[in-house]
């Protein structure tokens, strides 16, 4: 198939839609944390904003206004979020008519997955394993947290394992200001000093809901690591030596999290648009 002149990477979740753009000349391999990547621009678009749609239309029209965005260039959309990607579909498509645009689904990932039903998976979740995959050994164990935190295990053999989801900062905070009378919101961006314990009702949440997420990373840290170090035991391969997992952690609270999880572990900015730009 031809290299299309530009992708646009674009990763529809529940909370925001973020948008990887990357033109063909650019389209270098690369090994570095894309933060760290000059050749792409990046941006994200939160959900709850009125006119989100158009205002995507517009940017990308406003990145690519030397070239225009005709049939050589390719839109690869992951959604996990079809109320957000039919519309925007639809805006790309009236907007953009030239252009193809390709919905990706777990068939367009070239990676084996072990789960009971691939079409169930989010395709978030298998993209950043791959997108990780794509730059370090298995076993890998690769963590997002947005609206949702996953915990997935990618095992020795390179293959989608399966993991773990929870609600996220915001929704877990959300869900003590819904279910009680007196519990205000969180800001989580504000990087206020955590203390031990809490001394006000904002520091006791805060507190409660990082502790929340971060022990359960850790554990279940633990758990797939027990879990591979037994699986390795039992294998005909027990003489190999296997590296312990290495973690990975990207997201939207990746930076506020980080810190207080125990575990060694590496993050990764927009991993889920990496893995769709690392797609042929
Ligand atoms: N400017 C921002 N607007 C909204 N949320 C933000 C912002 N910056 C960071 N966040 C945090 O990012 C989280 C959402 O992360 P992300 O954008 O990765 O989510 P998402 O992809 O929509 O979630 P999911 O894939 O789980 O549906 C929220 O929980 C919020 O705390
Ligand atoms: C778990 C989320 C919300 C994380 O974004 C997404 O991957 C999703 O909607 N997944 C579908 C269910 C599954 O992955 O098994
Ligand atoms: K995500």
Redesign the pocket.
């Known amino acids: 198939m031809k290299r299309p002149a530009g992708v646009i990477a674009v ?1 529809v ?4 839609v ?1 948008l990887s753009l990357c033109s063909n000349d650019l389209a270098v391999e690369t090994e570095a944390a894309d933060a760290a990547n000059p050749d792409w621009i990046h941006r ?1 678009f ?2 709850d904003r009125s006119q989100w749609c158009e205002s995507i239309v517009d940017w990308v029209r406003e990145q690519t206004r030397s070239e225009a965005v005709s049939e050589a260039w390719q839109w690869r959309i992951a959604s ?2 079809q109320r957000a990607s039919d519309p925007l579909c639809k805006q790309i498509e009236r907007s953009f008519p030239e252009s193809t645009r390709r919905l990706i689904s777990y068939r367009d990932v070239p990676m084996p997955i072990d789960v009971e039903s691939p079409a169930q998976l ?1 395709i ?1 979740r298998l993209l950043s394993a791959f997108a990780a995959h794509n730059r370090y050994t298995a076993p890998l164990i690769v963590i ?7 915990v997935d295990l990618v095992n020795a053999a390179g293959a989608f394992a399966g993991g773990a989801i929870l609600p ?4 877990q905070t959300n869900a003590l200001t819904m279910g009680t009378a007196a519990l205000p919101m969180i800001d ?2 504000n990087s206020d000093v955590v203390s031990i314990p809490g001394r006000n009702t904002v520091g006791a949440i805060r507190l409660g809901v990082l502790t929340s997420v971060t022990a359960s990373i850790d554990r279940l840290i633990a758990y797939y690591s027990q879990r591979l170090d037994s699986q390795r035991l039992h294998s005909q391969r027990s003489s190999e030596t296997t590296q312990p997992p290495v973690v990975i952690l990207c ?3 990746a930076a ?1 999290i980080s810190p207080h999880i125990q575990s060694k572990h590496v993050t990764h900015t927009h991993l ?1 648009c990496q893995g769709l730009l690392d797609l042929t």
Request: charged letters at 15%; glycine letters at 20%; aromatic letters at 4%.
């Open positions: 990763d979740g529940n909370t925001a973020k994200s939160a959900l996990v979020n989010g978030d997002d947290a947005g609206s949702a935190v996953t996220g900062l915001t929704l989580w961006q997201g939207g609270d506020v889920v």
